[in-house]
């Protein structure tokens, strides 16, 4: 009953400040210029002769996965704000006079970005997937809209959103400084990691600890990205391996920052 | 009506480090009465409450209400209704959200947010964003935060302050009539004179240990040794008080004689024919003695 109460708390926390939609609104702008953009590149080099890079059958997976692939960001700042701007702006005080069972909030505040996390999956979906398709529609590509591959690829896409708001919420009780924790969300999902991924892709042996990184996890959960598309792509997780590497990391720096930061004095 | 329960200060001790912030407080808060937190700056007021509502965990000892920590309460916020510092807000969010989401959390009625803004006469300004408020409206949100329960138990920290003369006529009115229901109300102040006129009892702390408690009369020590007086001739009014044997010092507006009573004075003064300009005992008055308690930091 009282997770109940603190899931309804933080959904009412999330819904009264600007933050979501701001974000939610950059997201599909961003999300639906790359999906249409690469969508009508692609499309127009495959239309043109001895340069087939993929077939057209390929191609709306491909384009569909913006969603997360570029998107992904903003579920996992969406979550880190959430957490750190109770710190920031000291109202874990009042939180915690309402709901003195820190893990109920905490747990509380998890849900509710989870749920969060899924809606901004369904947003990202709608701008690919609409951009996308609208695009591929005009060079005669088939955009696969009726295809079961592509509706298990949404659900999983989704998935992956959800995970990438929770990874923020560890990260947000793991790192409180709201500064510190946007400068490492934007320094390793925008630069680190992509180096990261090309850097392990070049040998064996470290592609197979590069796929253990997040974005490389969330990758092989959605199924198809931009990224496994220009490192060949060989060495990739199930897509279950993957959402249990994401939900890992989540829960992880999670059960760290409850017992670092969440449970600390108020003061 | 809500009957209030004690609050019960056992043996409370917080260390930072090698630094006792609260050192062995014990002190009972009783439900009927408005009761004076008070202390200089720095003397662990806002540490002992935030002991006692469970956001800062006593190094040793135990805060309770009735016997029950604030982690353990059934209904935290219809029991206590608590409100520290003035800014624990998200300035992006309105006022009515910002008592919603609390209300929510505690499962309160949903007329609830609204019900205590307008207590605290902010009901006309319930949509607007905390971020545009005054301090004084702050000061009201965070009591309105505290009566979003209706609780049996008020504790606050400072919530004079930043209050204009009218705001603190009205918290006052409003405190004394909560009191007055049978609810323990329990108010922090750094100032004496801020909440003179507002508590029956007063617990008064200085680096951290408890120095003073009692009814507010007892603060009052007007068996004052000090007469100032004045004449044209002031200087032979001095001279004729010091041959009677007093200790006197010269003061802008004239002669302050210790350990004297304004009788005797007026007397020397008529007997050598000197007419007198001003004759008074000082008072020393409640702020006197809370300074004297507090030691010197007080006076800062």
Known sequence: MNIVASLRSEITKLTSTRLWWVLAVIMVGYVALCAGGLAAILSGVGTQAGAPVLSDAQLPPLIYSFATSVGYVFPVLLGALAVTSEFRFQSLTPTFLATPRRGTVLAGKMTALVLAGAMFGVLALVASMGAGAAVLGAFGIDPQLGSPDTWAFVGRSILAMALWAAIGVGLGALVPSQIAAIVIVLAFTQFLEPLLRFGASITDWSAAIGKFLPGAASDALVGSSIFTLTSGGGTQLEWWQGALVLAAIAAVATAIGYFTSWRRDVS | ?300
């Not at chain 2, 407080?25 to 008070?38: A, H, I």
């Not at chain 2, 003035?86 to 609830?112: K, W």
């Not at chain 2, 008080?241 to 007397?267: K, P, Q, Y």
């Open chain 2, 1 to 300: 009506m809500p009957t209030g329960v004690p609050i019960e200060f056992a043996h409370v001790t917080k260390s930072f480090g090698a630094v006792d912030a609260v050192s062995d407080l014990s002190f009972t808060v009783e439900p009927g009465q408005v009761t004076g937190f008070l202390g200089p700056n720095g003397a662990g007021k806002t540490t002992s409450l935030r002991m006692l509502l469970g956001l800062v965990t006593p190094t040793s000892g135990t805060a309770t209400f009735g016997g029950t920590t604030y982690g353990r309460l059934g209904s935290p916020l219809t029991t206590v209704g608590a409100s520290l510092e003035a800014a624990s807000f998200h300035p992006g969010r309105s006022a009515r959200n910002h008592l919603a989401v609390y209300a929510q959390a505690a499962g309160l009625p949903s007329t609830a947010p609204d019900a205590a803004l307008e207590k605290v006469g902010l009901g006309a300004y319930g949509a607007r964003r905390v971020g545009g408020y005054s301090l004084g409206m702050r000061q009201r949100l965070g009591l309105a935060f505290a009566l979003l329960g209706d609780p049996s138990v008020l504790v606050l920290d400072e919530p004079i302050n930043g209050l204009d003369p009218e705001g603190i006529k009205w918290i006052r009115l409003l405190l004394r009539g909560m009191a007055a229901e049978g609810r323990t109300v329990l108010i922090s102040s750094h100032l004496l004179s801020e909440v003179q006129q507002t508590v029956d009892d007063v617990i008064i702390i200085s680096h951290g240990k408890l120095v003073h408690r009692g009814e507010l009369s007892s603060l009052d020590v007007s068996d004052s040794k000090q007469v100032q007086v004045n004449a044209d001739d002031r200087e032979r009014l001095a001279e004729v008080i010091r041959s009677a044997g007093f200790e006197v010092a010269n003061l802008r507006s004239g002669v302050l004689v210790e350990n004297a009573d304004a009788a005797a004075i007026g007397r020397l003064a008529f007997d050598a024919g000197i007419p007198l300009t001003a004759l008074s005992q000082k008072r020393t008055g409640l702020e006197e003695s809370f300074l004297t308690l507090v030691g010197e930091e007080g006076a800062l």
